[in-house]
């Protein structure tokens, strides 16, 4: 009886964890954001997304975001070639430089992991990411003419890195 008594009071020291993944995955994934209404707003694309258990969000939450960083890609490197101002154009180059040489690979490289349940890789690519959409954004003291798209990024990102921190969180205390 004592193993059953101690399984008990565990599970009750730990309510949060246990409601935390039972809730409503993209609320309880988009709440702790750094953006919740963005996030929702992003990540909702129609209703049956909410839904979605919790092992979805992930997959859901890096297409997306890896399709908007490949269009925001695309818009910086047509501005670049436009750009006849050689400092704005040498900006857009470092932000075309930051995306291919590292957030889309590191898209790819997350969704390897994603396959593979290996939930602490894509948090932790999913921080490399939002490093490098960051990192393009700081070559612009008032924001980049793409920032509105920058955000989305990041806020799927972090959407991503939320899920799979609470999927890695699940995998170590359910055995999954």
């Known amino acids: 009886m004592a193993p059953f008594s101690l399984l008990f009071i565990i ?3 730990t309510p949060s964890l246990f409601l935390t ?3 409503a995955p993209v609320d309880d994934v988009c709440n702790q954001t750094n953006n919740p209404s963005l996030c929702i707003k992003s990540i909702t694309f129609n209703e049956s997304v909410k839904k979605e258990p919790l092992e979805n969000i992930p997959k859901i939450a890096v297409e997306l975001s890896n399709f908007r960083a490949f269009i925001t890609e695309t ?11 050689p400092n704005v154009k040498a900006h857009y180059d ?3 430089k ?4 590292t957030v889309l690979p590191m898209f790819k490289a997350a969704k ?5 349940k290996r939930y ?3 948090e932790k690519k999913s921080g490399d990411i939002l490093a490098g959409v960051s990192s393009c954004e700081a070559e612009f003291v008032k924001g980049s003419p793409w920032n509105e798209d920058s955000a989305v990024v990041g806020v799927l990102v972090d959407a991503l890195r939320v899920a799979a921190k609470l999927l890695a969180k699940k995998k170590m205390y359910l055995g999954y």
Request: aromatic content about 6%; some cysteine; overall charge negative.
């Open 11 to 13: 599970f009750l020291s």
């Open 98 to 101: 930051i995306y291919k040489d």
């Open 94 to 96: 470092v932000c075309v």
């Open 120 to 122: 602490t890789d894509v």
């Open 21 to 23: 993944i039972n809730a």
């Open 75 to 85: 818009t910086i490197e047509s501005l670049s070639k436009k750009a006849t101002d």
């Open 112 to 116: 390897v992991d994603l396959t593979a």
